[in-house]
């Protein structure tokens, strides 16, 4: 089983919508978690920690169970300038793991 | 100069070229990493280094060769390689659990 699972997507919507995603972890001991942003032939990018209450950053939001070991991450309001590829990132105390990355586009 | 700074941006080598990448941290980070990145693909970890030492190597060929002289420095040397190891490069570096930062690439071309 992978430390960190995403669903690849492609999501496809419409401006303005609202947009899910999550992410599931494996090791029930990890500690930190990130969603990172990586635009097409650029490199991935923090957007955001995800504490354990819940943090919110403008439009993001993101979530964390430890109960089910996912992450979430909620977009509202989406931009033409929101697409691009979505990693969950966590840590587990020694090592860092990353997502495959969920695609996100954002149609006019 | 501040973050992670990798050169060259491209390189096109043939398949018989000896060259390095190299990437530079400025953060005072504790732990580097080189990630490939072929198109569209998700990002493989190749190498981890933890003060300067390796600690992971994920089954990388031996066409690859990475070496960390210091904390703040960390090269990966290539030889030999096919026209399937282009791809894009990226380094990055973190300090524990927080602070993970990467370069901007050095996009590879074999002919």
């Known amino acids: 089983r992978k430390e960190v699972e995403q669903d690849p997507g492609p999501f496809n919507v419409p401006e303005g919508a609202t947009v899910a995603f999550n992410c599931t972890y494996s090791n029930s001991a990890s500690q930190s978690f990130f969603w990172y942003r990586q635009d097409c032939r650029k490199e991935p990018k923090l957007l955001m920690s995800v504490y354990s209450s819940g943090n919110e950053d403008g439009r993001f939001t993101a979530q964390l169970n430890r109960a089910s070991q996912y992450i979430s991450l909620l977009i509202r309001d989406s931009k033409l300038s929101d697409s691009a590829t979505y990693l969950c990132?966590?840590?587990?105390?020694?090592?860092?793991?990353f997502g495959t990355g969920t695609s996100l586009t954002v149609i006019p | 100069e501040t973050g992670v700074t990798q050169t060259p941006r491209h390189l096109v080598m043939g398949m018989t070229n000896k060259k390095s990448l190299k990437c530079e941290q400025h953060?005072?980070?504790?732990?580097m990493y080189w990630y490939k990145q072929s198109a569209k693909k998700p990002l493989e970890l190749m190498f981890v280094y933890n003060f300067k030492e390796q600690t992971e190597n994920n089954s990388v060929p031996s066409r690859f060769s990475p070496e960390c002289p210091n904390s703040s420095h960390l090269f990966l040397h290539l030889h030999t390689l096919q026209p399937e190891d282009s791809a894009l490069y990226l380094c990055?570096?973190?300090?524990?659990?927080?602070?993970?930062?990467f370069g901007s690439g050095t996009r590879l071309t074999v002919v």
């Open positions: 953060l005072g980070h504790n732990a």
């Open positions: 990132v966590v840590w587990t105390g020694n090592q860092f793991y």
């Open positions: 990055a570096s973190s300090q524990y659990n927080y602070g993970y930062t």
